[in-house]
């Protein structure tokens, strides 16, 4: 009866947890903020405790993915619907090295020590800081690097080819909403980025899925 009531268990939490992140979607395997990473883990163990727990059966098992699933959607549906709340429930990239320079103050927020940043620039082929223009500290963690324009693949020096100056792409538009921090920083008026969207027949910020902006390239942008 015990091998009955284990195997009953676990078929039915695996179902469950199929289920539970069919609905959640992606981000849950693929665990882009440390939450996600989290949230996963949680769910897994709450069926792998309760297989060995005498007090737990198949009601308690669905009624904890069920709860805890729901409290993943609705953190999900949160930081879909309101904007404000992504800084807080997901975090946000942090640019960690600017213009060749590290960000010191920017590492010490993020607990981020320069061996670490080493280690994290290794993993994306950049064996030596002098080589990266930009470091991004992403929310799972991880390192997006953009490295100098002579250290890319394949080497500029390589084909004797000129150095070209290297921009950091700035988002303006967001999910039809403007990041006027971005706009500001870099002295764009309201009146420059309607006429930048209205010439890719956008009539409207709300109607803008993602806008982005980088010298010598210009704008880019994608509707609804």
Not at 10 to 23: D, H, P, R, S
Not at 121 to 133: D, N, P, Q, T, Y
Not at 174 to 187: A, P, R, S, Y
């Amino acid at each position: 009866m015990e091998f009955t009531k284990i195997a009953s268990e676990l078929v039915v939490g695996y179902v469950a947890l199929l289920f539970t992140t069919k609905i959640l979607g992606k981000t849950q395997i693929t665990q882009i903020t440390a939450f996600d990473f989290i949230s996963a883990l949680v769910l897994g163990e709450l069926v792998g405790n309760a297989l060995y727990d005498k007090n737990i059966g198949i009601p308690q098992i669905l009624f904890s993915i069920a709860l805890w699933g729901a409290l993943i959607y609705i953190t999900e549906f949160t930081t879909q619907k309101k904007k404000k709340s992504r800084a807080i429930l997901e975090g946000k990239p942090t640019l960690v090295i600017a213009q060749g320079k590290i960000l010191r103050d920017k590492m010490k927020e993020n607990k981020l020590d320069i061996n670490q940043l080493q280690h994290l620039l290794r993993s994306k082929g950049a064996f030596s800081i002098r080589e990266v223009e930009y470091a991004i500290l992403e929310t799972d963690g991880t390192v997006s690097v953009l490295k100098k324009s002579p250290y890319e693949l394949p080497t500029r020096q390589d084909h004797q080819m000129p150095e070209q100056l290297v921009t950091l792409p700035v988002t303006l538009i967001i999910d039809g909403e403007v990041i006027w921090d971005n706009l500001k920083e870099f002295g764009f008026s309201k009146e420059w980025l309607k006429n930048q969207i209205q010439s890719f027949g956008a009539k409207e910020y709300k109607d803008v899925l993602y806008a982005e902006w980088q010298e010598g390239k210009g704008i880019h942008v994608q509707t609804f």
